[in-house]
């Protein structure tokens, strides 16, 4: 049957205010504007490139370079200008190298992205190519957006070098709507010299981080912290633990999920993590972590080159998470999509030449990120790095949240769980039955 132009707008408007409200991010990325990763200057940064709302001379003359080529038009939200910059330096090497395409960067701030999206998805004015948080892809691939590549990525080369679990964030009703531009997962970074002085070594288990976390514990500083953020943020920094304790996303009110909260409820009762790890954003812990006011913290890889620059004197170092019945990981990152009925062909060229293992490779190890595939375990840019080995060991057991379109809405019952047994409001087997009957009200919409 099909739907009115009138009723799709109106669903697209809807789902888009929906989107807008509820994912806050999926996790971290690069894309989170606080730290800096690097060189560059706004100058550079703005050469071939918009940012929404401006136009300089420097953006026009670049614009000027496409005549006789078809333009095709890139958005992405990546926040620090080292990024922005060496993103431009890719497309800048591409335009040169391609006699039918010229490729144009418009930069939108983060906090705006999903909104501007889907309203220019009403407005017809979409761009050819977006980036887009992986675990806001299924959202957007249901609502029409993203062309449908599943034929022609199967004449790519790499294709199935991807992980599956990575190419689940790219497809929806098994059909393939974008490719992994950068991923990411977590670690339990933790300051050196306070390990020492409490005579502790990193935790491998669940008890083990307990015990870890009280050691480390002192008058003038907390052993642990994890985001609990009322966010994805926090959602995505919990169901990793969820996971290796046995849980089933959708089944929160389980045994896994009492398991996993007690032991953060803990934490906040012995006094081994601070109680404002429900307010703190991911951007918010690294900063307690080098201020010497958390000995330890969950976070993603992203973070590297950001406390190599912003305390380049602090001792740390980084190892995977700890884990209970199975090992477990969550993926963050970017997915890169072309919008439907737009410039497809020049825009997958484009996506075929970006995403090349030699090109993404350096792209990602740039932004502290790396490429979802098997031969990133054995590749020494990677294995040979400092800090690196702790994150690619975990890709194998890496997955994404479940991919479904209603992933906003279930996300909340987690971000409630946390709130209130994290503020012991309520008991974790209270939690998990609050938080269930919000999944459960989202499942039977």
């Known amino acids: 049957m099909k739907i009115s132009t009138r009723k799709r707008l109106a669903a697209l408007v809807t789902m888009g205010a929906m989107l807008v409200g509820m994912l806050a991010g999926c996790g971290g990325s690069s894309s989170a504007p606080s730290g800096t990763t690097g060189g560059g200057t706004a100058t550079e940064a703005a050469a071939g490139q918009t940012t929404a709302g401006q136009t300089t001379a420097a953006q026009t003359t670049a614009a000027g370079n496409a005549q006789g080529k078809q333009e095709i038009n890139i958005w992405h939200y990546f926040g620090t200008e080292s990024i922005q910059v060496e993103f431009q330096k890719w497309v800048d090497e591409y335009n040169a190298q391609s006699d039918t395409a010229f490729v144009k960067v418009t930069v939108l701030p983060f906090a705006d992205f999903k909104k501007q999206l889907s309203m220019s998805a009403v ?45 689940a964030t790219c497809t929806y009703e098994d059909k393939i709507y974008a490719l992994p531009a950068e991923s990411n997962c977590l670690g339990l970074y933790y ?22 976390a009280k050691a480390m514990t002192t008058d003038d500083h907390y052993g642990f912290s994890f985001c609990a953020h009322p966010s994805e943020e926090g959602t995505s920094q919990f169901i990793p633990f969820f996971w290796s304790a046995g849980g089933e996303s959708m ?19 012995d006094g081994s993590m601070p109680k404002d790890v429900v307010n ?32 380049p004197d602090l001792n740390w170092d980084v190892v995977p998470l700890p884990s209970d019945k199975v090992k477990a990981n969550v993926y963050g990152g970017e997915n890169l999509a072309i919008v439907k009925g737009k410039n497809v062909d020049e825009a997958f060229k484009f996506m075929q030449w970006f995403l090349d293992y030699d090109r993404n490779s350096q792209w990602n190890l740039a932004t502290d990120e790396f490429p979802a595939m098997e031969k990133t375990l054995t590749d020494p840019d990677y294995t040979e790095a400092e800090y690196w080995p702790a994150f690619i060991e975990q890709i194998p057991y890496t997955r994404a949240r479940d991919v479904t379109p209603k992933w906003p809405e279930i996300s909340v019952g987690y971000q409630t769980a946390l709130q209130n047994a994290l503020t012991l409001k309520q008991t974790p087997e209270e939690a998990v039955k609050e938080g269930q009957k919000i999944i459960d009200e989202a499942l039977a919409k």
């Open 191 to 212: 300051n050196v010299d306070m390990a020492k002085e409490a005579g502790v070594t990193p935790p491998a288990n669940f008890e083990e981080l307990k015990e870890f």
């Open 280 to 311: 703190w954003t991911q951007g918010d812990i690294p900063t307690q972590f080098i201020n010497g006011k958390v000995a330890s913290m969950v976070m993603g890889c992203w973070r590297i080159q950001w406390l190599k620059n912003n305390a």
């Open 251 to 269: 089944k929160l009110d389980s045994e896994a999920g009492i398991r996993a909260l007690t032991m953060f409820t803990d934490m906040i009762k």
């Open 123 to 167: 407005a017809d004015s979409l761009p050819d190519m977006v980036f887009i948080d992986n675990c806001d892809c299924a959202a957007y691939s249901a609502m029409g957006i993203f062309e449908d590549i599943t034929e022609r990525v199967s004449q790519f080369p790499q294709f199935d070098e991807y992980y599956d679990q990575i190419m």
